[in-house]
Every structure is written in C-alpha cells, then in structure tokens.
C-alpha cells in the first residue's frame, strides 16, 4: 500500500484564517467566561452534582482550548516563518490566562471544603474517575494567593516568563554561522542547521570546523542570552516565592508527580554506571578516527566510520510497514493503531522546504485522533523516529474514552510509551541488519539515547540546578555561565569528553533552558528512558502483555510516579 506522506489537518480548522476557527476562538472565550461564572456559585452547600457538573464544563473548554492551539502550532510547522499564526498564538495565550485563573478559582474552591464534604465528593460514583486529580489541585490550592493577585500574575508572566522565552526565539533564529566541508567549500547555515549538520557531518575534521564557529557564533550572543536566562529564571523564582517557597525543584516535582527522593536516586544510580559509557565512547572514539581515546562535544552522536559500511535506506512505504509489523509482535492494538495512523493520513513526513526543524506529536481533543509531525529523509533512523511519535500518538489513544483531566500525564511518563516503542524498532533495525558493519552503526545509533539520558541531559541538570541556587542570590555574567556549564558537562561525562571537547556555550544554544511552561526540561527525559526500559524487559516475561502494558498507561495520570511503578511493575 502507498501512505500519503502529508497530514489531513483541514477536518480540524479549514484555514488559519477560516471562520471556523474564528468561531472556536469566540466560542472558547464564551465558554471561559461561563465557566467563571459557574464556578463561583459554587459554595459550600453545592450538591455534587453540581460541583461535577462544573468539573466537566472546565474539562470541555481545557478541550477546546488544546484543538486551537495544536492547530495553530500545526499550522506554523509546515508554513514555518509566515506571520499569520503570530497573533493567534497571542490570542490563544490571553485565553489561556483568563483560564487559568478560573482553574485557580476551582482549585480554591475544592482547597475551602471542610474535609467531610471533600471526602463525601470522593465518594460519589461520577468522580472515582477524576478522584485523584480533584486531590491533587486541592492540595495545591491552598497554596495560592487570592484571586486578584493570582490573575495580576499571570498577566504579569505575559510580558515576563513567556516574554523572555519568546525574547530567546528572536536571538535564536537571527544567528548564522559558517564552516568548511571536507572539500574545503565554506557553507552558510542558520542556528538550527548547524545544530542539525553537527549531529550528521561524517568528516572530522568538517564537524570540528563548525563546532568551533557554532561555539564563536553563540559566545557572541552570550550577554543577549545570558540576561534572557537571568531574567526568566528571575520572574520565575519571585512566582515561587510569592507562593512560599524558595525550593526551585519543588514546581518541576510537582509537575511530574515524582519525589525528590526518587530523582535523587536516579542521578545517583547513573552516576554510579558511568564506566560503562566511557569505555563506549573511548571505542567510539576510534571508530571516528580520532587521535586520543576521548570525544569531542560534536562527536557524541556522529555516525562511526566502518569499513565495507554500505547505508541502506527505506522508502516511506517500507518503514510504515517495517513498523507495524514489529509492534504488532508486541501488540497487535499497536500494530493495527499504527496502520490507521498511516491510512488516515495522521503523519506529515515528506521532506520540502517551508517546515519547521524537529518532530512531534500532539492529540486533538476535539476529534480524539493524533497528528504527528517530522520529516522523513529515508534512513533507517528515521523509521525508529516514526516509531517514537507513534508510541506517544497510542499512548493519547488508550486514554482518549478517559476525562480530559486523566489525559493529562506527566512529562517524565510522557516518553515512557514513546521510548518503549522507539525500543522496539531500534532492536528490529539491529536484528534486520546485512551485515557485521550496518550492525556497529546502527547500535551506534541505538546507544546516542543512553548517552544522552545519562550524560548529556546529566549535564544539563547538574548545570541548572547549580544555576537556580546561584540565581537565588544574584544575576549571573556570561563567563559565570559558561564556567558552570563547563564543569557541570566534565562531571557528567566522567572524562570522555577532552579538555578541549568542552561546550562552554551549550547553556547559551540549549532551547530547553529558555522554555517557560515547564521548568527543568531535563530529568523527565532521563526517567522516562529509564521506566521504558524496564518496561521493556518486563514485557518479556508477561503473557498478556497487551492488556497489562494498556492498563498502565491508562493511569500514568492517575496516580504518582512511584504509585504507578509499585502498582504496575511491582517495583519501588
């Protein structure tokens, strides 16, 4: 069968300028506005009818709210630079605020229920399946301010948080720099090429020409990025402290539902793993032809030379059923959900001009379906990118019959279903290998995610966690920075990396740290790996694995991290 390579997304809105997402606009806004009103009727004396009926209406307009903005995100992936969608993501933003603030209210709401009318409300029949999440945000409730001064906040945040994180994107995407292929021809790339070009360029010494000017070309964006970072992390230190706390980790635990104790653990096992990953790195090193037995930053995920390596590359059609057949080995629901991906044209891959960088996935409430967003260039790397998407795709599709509020999981569980089944077409990928020498690059390729997880997001969290405690008392310089990322990437990578392989400017190039709606983009990614890979191993010894591993997704937000492992997997 051939598969469409471009996504349907017209059965969403018909035009980023059609009336039919005007009216879903005016209608979200109608809808936010009676929600308010609704739930501040609510007393102490409300039936719970009433109270859940009020629950489902915010439920339905957080709905409505998520199907405009993935259509305009879709939208802009694929008319990447055009102006239109800017105004109606600043439109969508001020809805979300105004929202916000009636959640705040509910939240409020729940946190002021003496505790015999709270537990009588957990009793009826209509909640069991909302229960944990109407604990949840009472609990953090009580931790809010009043109404007015939440919403100045928030209005606040507008031109401060989300400005400053915007403020990167206009640094970001103003940035050239150039280098010299193995032909000695100079080339001219953007931030986000070279970025791209550094995880691919096969010569050396072509790779170390552009990380040395990709370096130069943030160095001279370090004063715009570093008073960018210092003034995000500022406006979101004074939120937390405005809220009574000063603990910097305790909104990114929250949000993942996970204990302290539990990422202490974490970090602590990888620490204590990481031989295992030198002596990788020290092969790979010779495998790139490189003179010392360490790596360079840009080396990390460049494809090793084998001889007699001959790259074999798959038609969109033969990756498509490449992976349905081998989720179908492990699920035949995955297996079947992947073909209506493909059949109904879910999946925009073909590779043109005029798309945005990267890949994703995102549901539509709306419609209860997944769109997927990448670009597909016929490696067999890409079928496991694929993969990945659809893994997060199947996880919206088990959870879809659910409340809005129970589709609502965790960062750090969101890439357990993705990474499970990236997993298992990265091993089909191995197992299909024609030879000794495709095997060694693709498990070459197969292991950048362990060192990735272990290292350089490792690296990653050393350096914000060390940069949220300075910040605490003061802005910090450029250089500052730059040392911090330095010895937080030295300590990381245990040695593999040269002295002079070092990033100083990582901090600088990382979108991640300029992220405003989730603090920490670091420590889900390695726990989710982590999980997935239990998960994996566990699926070996399950007889029906199928209807155990679907159960598990169906309550990854329903219950805490630590919940979910003890009651699913049996692990603490």
Do not use: C
Not at 294 to 302: E, K, L, P
Not at 365 to 391: M, Q
Not at 429 to 435: E, G, H, R
Not at 465 to 494: C, D, H, I, S
């Amino acid at each position: 069968m051939s598969y469409s390579q471009k996504w349907n997304i017209d059965n969403v809105f018909p035009g980023i300028d059609s009336k039919e997402l005007e009216d879903a606009f005016l209608k979200a806004k109608d809808d936010i506005n009676k929600d308010q009103r609704s739930v501040k009727q609510l007393t102490a004396d409300s039936s719970n009818e009433d109270i859940l009926k009020a629950a489902d209406s915010l439920q339905q307009t957080e709905g409505q709210l998520h199907t405009i903005g993935f259509y305009i995100n879709a939208w802009a992936s694929v008319n990447y630079g055009k102006p239109e969608a800017g105004p109606k993501f600043d439109r969508l933003s001020k809805l979300d605020i105004d929202f916000t603030a009636v959640e705040q209210s509910w939240g409020k709401f729940l946190a002021a229920l003496d505790e015999q009318n709270f537990k009588e409300l957990l009793k009826d029949p209509k909640s069991k399946e909302i229960a944990f999440i109407l604990e949840e945000t009472r609990k953090q409730a009580s931790e809010l301010l009043d109404d007015q001064t939440e919403k100045l906040i928030n209005r606040f945040q507008a031109d401060a948080l989300h400005a400053w994180s915007a403020h990167y994107d206009t640094i970001s995407s103003g940035l050239h720099t150039t280098y010299r292929d193995q032909h000695g021809i100079s080339h001219r790339v953007s931030a986000g090429q070279a970025l791209n070009l550094l995880d691919g360029i096969k010569n050396k010494d072509a790779r170390a020409d552009l990380m040395k000017n990709y370096e130069k070309m943030w160095g001279e964006a370090e004063n715009l990025s570093a008073d960018t970072l210092n003034h995000l992390a500022g406006a979101r230190l004074t939120e937390y402290q405005a809220h009574g706390t000063n603990d910097y980790l305790k909104k990114p635990l929250e949000l993942n539902r996970l204990s302290k104790a539990s990422l202490n653990a974490m970090w602590t096992t990888v620490a204590k793993n990481e031989g295992m990953l030198v002596k990788f790195f020290a092969r790979k090193a010779k495998l790139l032809g490189l003179n010392s037995n360490q790596i360079s930053w840009q080396d990390q995920t460049a494809p090793v030379q084998v001889p007699g390596y001959q790259p074999r590359t798959l038609t969109y059609d033969q990756a498509a059923e490449f992976i349905i057949k081998n989720f179908s080995m492990y699920s035949q629901k995955m297996g079947d959900f992947a073909r209506h991906a493909f059949e109904n044209r879910w999946i925009e891959s073909e590779d043109r001009p005029g798309k945005q960088p990267g890949g994703w996935d995102e549901s539509i409430p709306a419609l209860k379906e997944d769109r997927i967003f990448l670009t597909f260039t016929g490696s067999v790397n890409d079928a496991a990118t694929i993969a990945h998407e659809l893994g997060h795709a199947f996880h919206s599709h088990v959870l879809y019959d659910l409340p809005q509020w129970r589709q609502n999981y965790a960062m750090n569980v969101a890439e357990t279903a993705s990474t499970f089944a990236e997993t298992i077409i990265n091993n089909a990928n191995v197992q299909a290998a024609k030879s000794d020498a495709e095997k060694i690059v693709l498990l070459d390729a197969k292991m950048a995610n362990a060192t990735a997880m272990f290292m350089n997001i490792r690296a990653r969290y050393i350096f914000e966690n060390a940069f949220y405690k300075e910040r605490q008392k003061g802005v910090l310089t450029p250089e500052q920075l730059n040392q911090m990322m330095v010895k937080a990437q030295k300590e990381a990578f245990a040695g593999a990396l040269s002295d002079q392989g070092v990033h100083p400017h990582f901090w600088t190039s990382k979108l991640h740290f300029f992220i405003d709606d989730v603090p920490f983009y670091n420590f889900p990614y390695t726990f989710g790996y982590l999980f997935s890979l239990g998960i994996f191993a566990w699926a070996q010894k399950q007889d029906d694995f199928q209807e155990s591993y679907i159960a598990l997704l169906r309550d990854t937000a329903n219950m805490s991290s630590e919940d979910l492992a003890k009651k699913h997997l049996g692990v603490d």
